[in-house]
């Protein structure tokens, strides 16, 4: 009689197990309970789902960071104001060797004067100036130069002649101020210097 007791209390204890709340949080959870009568021990192991992946980054759930939009590589040195200017210069559109050149800077009719130059400040934002020089087609004169300078250093002279365009690429890392100095031929009907599209690139750009 005890015997069939036990069993009957065995199956009645089993039946009414409670159930095991599932935890978000946990990996698995662990049930037991003891059944009066003889000594018997069930145990459930239940496995809790897994949680869900956690959004990263500062944008919307999932996105991920949001972009930054990179900074402009290239910029025209004609949107830059010059911090001087002793010079006849002006930005127009110019003809090099039969090229047109559409925003550059070109010297006046200036008769019998020879000369001057235009200063920049680049704030050391840039790295490298790209242009084409030469006399523009419409000039009188047939010779001149340009010299360009980083900081009052000479970085680059070059001699001009009518007919030819002179390409060229002048490193500016580490320049503060700009200066793009000239002279015409010493005729009266003097040499018209011009300075087609002049590109700087920015700082950190990948050449």
Not at 12 to 26: C, E
Not at 139 to 144: A, C, I, L, Q, T
Not at 170 to 180: A, E, K, S
Request: proline share 7%.
């Amino acid at each position: 009689m005890t015997a069939l007791t036990g069993v009957a209390g065995l199956a009645i204890g089993f039946l009414g197990l409670p159930a095991v709340v599932h935890s978000p949080t946990a990996s698995s959870a662990v049930a037991t309970e003891t059944i009066p009568g003889p000594t018997v021990t069930v145990t459930r192991t239940v496995t809790a789902p897994a949680l869900p992946d956690t959004p990263s980054g500062n944008g919307p759930a999932g996105t991920g960071p949001t972009p930054q939009r990179p900074a402009a590589t290239d910029q025209s040195l004609m949107v830059l104001a010059p911090i001087t200017c002793y010079c006849d210069l002006s930005r127009a559109k110019v003809a090099i060797a039969g090229k047109t050149y559409q925003n550059s800077l070109v010297t006046g009719d200036q008769y019998c004067k020879y000369g001057g130059s235009i200063e920049f400040n680049l704030s050391k934002e840039w790295s490298k100036l790209t242009t084409t020089v030469g006399v523009e087609d419409r000039s009188e004169g047939r010779s001149g130069s340009v010299t360009i300078y980083g900081d009052d250093r000479e970085l680059i002279r070059q001699n001009l002649t009518l007919g030819e365009s002179v390409p060229i690429s002048v490193d500016l890392t580490g320049v503060l101020r700009l200066r793009i100095a000239y002279t015409s031929d010493g005729s009266c009907g003097q040499a018209l210097i011009a300075v087609g599209d002049p590109v700087l690139t920015r700082v950190g750009s990948t050449p």
